[in-house]
């Protein structure tokens, strides 16, 4: 997958793409990401990305003409047209539902704000996606192209090394996940619970899904629609 991202501050990106996964992504292929900065892309001799806003108020606006160039340029070069996702709070919430569907993409273009807002007419006529990561605001979207860009990635086929970590994370199941644990068996007294090393497999099994289903009732109940239950399902969180 090809992510290009509009921002004034590229210098940002390096430590979270450069390592790690997002790091062994492209050297897998999975992974190729440019970092444009879209004041290069300014035609007045001051460089400037932002200006004051039409009928007054606080704050200042991000024009139009540099992110338009910028993106056009972009896409001038692709056979297929990239989804364009604007990162701002209004946005659609991001999901993990949103990040499988943003995965199947070959290419996509983010565009990270700073200062007070983007020229109505980005949104408009630029834009496919406007996609928030949460109900807080940040000082631009780099932290949040940087979260989805890791999310999306992360999906592609050739990048977890055990192809079933992905399907069997929280939420894609719907459900938080079950408590883990790593030897040693006692520490500092904190015993693992007997189950696990138990050798029985199917109890295990039984033992997660129940720790899973109570973790997501206590902690998200949101996410648990009672009536997907089983009958067994239901009693098991009563008790
Ligand atoms: N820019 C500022 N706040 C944001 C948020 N919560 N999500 C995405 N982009 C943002």
Known sequence: MKVDILT???EMFKGVFESSILKRAQEVGAFQYRLIDFRDYTTDKHNKVDDYPYGGGAGMVLKPQPIFDAVEEVVSKEEHKPRVILLCPQG???TQQKAEELAKEEHLIMICGHYEGYDERIREHLVTDEVSIGDYVLTGGELGAMVITDSVIRLQPEVLGNDQSATHDSF?????EHPHYTRPN???GMKVPDILTSGHHQKIEEWRTYQSLKRTYQRRPDLIKVDHLSEKELKMLEE
């Open 8 to 10: 004034l501050f590229p």
């Open 92 to 94: 659609e919430p991001f």
């Open 186 to 188: 006692d520490f500092r």
């Open 172 to 176: 894609s199941t719907r459900l938080l």
